[in-house]
């Protein structure tokens, strides 16, 4: 079972900020948190990840606390093509295993 | 770059006749796959690792002689639905780990959708 909690699903208006929390309060030190959607029939897309420093790439920001028990994915200017199931993934550096994806958080871009 | 195709996009057999889907790993080499597969609305579960040249580990509760899976090269793993029955049809899809990146990172393919009457 996936060891990540997500909300199941969130509303974000077009061109808005859209962050979506997960909690990994279980993590243990050397995993890292990453982050995938998948976008209706579709493979999943990796976003970013993080050990514990905050991430930024052209995609989106990773914000990690402190005590690395949560993040927040932040996608700065959300687009009706963000509209899509994003999944936070507790996982090892090494990355030899496959993934245990949870339920995930449907993310809802209104126009 | 990192980019995973999977063949066929979308497939429909009768049932009790088996169907091979292709994942290949198009610009890294792979030494080891992912297979999953997603039932409607429900998220993605993984059945099987397939490291090339050597026999694929399958997550509980999958059957090992229903699945077949085969990579045969660095580029390209196969999977095969034998016997498909209704209950198999899903999305299947594949991912492939890339040893080009610093974190070993997974990519995935668009997935197959297989239906079977």
């Known amino acids: 079972d996936a060891k990540t909690t997500q909300p199941t699903s969130m509303d974000c208006a077009e061109g808005r900020a859209a962050n979506l929390p997960c909690n990994h309060s279980t993590i243990s030190g050397n995993e890292y948190v990453y982050w995938y959607r998948q976008i209706h029939s579709q493979g999943p897309q990796y976003i970013i990840h993080g050990l514990k420093n905050n991430e930024t790439n052209e995609m989106a920001s990773l914000i990690i606390t402190e005590d690395r028990k949560s993040s927040t994915l932040i996608l700065p200017h959300a687009t009706l093509r963000d509209t899509a199931v994003y999944y936070c993934i507790d996982r090892s550096g090494g990355g030899a295993d496959g993934l245990t994806f949870g339920k995930g958080t449907h993310l809802i871009i209104q126009p | 770059g990192a980019v995973v195709s999977q063949h066929p996009s979308w497939v429909i057999c009768k049932s009790g006749t088996s169907v091979k889907i292709e994942c290949r790993s198009l610009d890294f080499q792979a030494t080891t796959m992912f297979w999953y597969r997603q039932f409607p609305k429900q998220s993605l579960m993984l059945m099987a690792t397939?490291?090339?040249?050597?026999?694929?580990?399958?997550e509980q509760g999958v059957e090992k002689d229903k699945f077949l899976i085969n990579h045969a090269s660095l580029t390209l793993s196969t999977l095969t639905v034998t016997s498909a029955h209704p209950e198999d049809s899903s999305f299947y899809i594949c991912s492939a780990r890339s040893l080009a990146t610093s974190y070993n990172e997974q990519f995935f393919g668009p997935g197959t959708r297989l239906t079977v009457l």
């Open positions: 397939s490291n090339e040249g050597s026999k694929a580990t399958y």
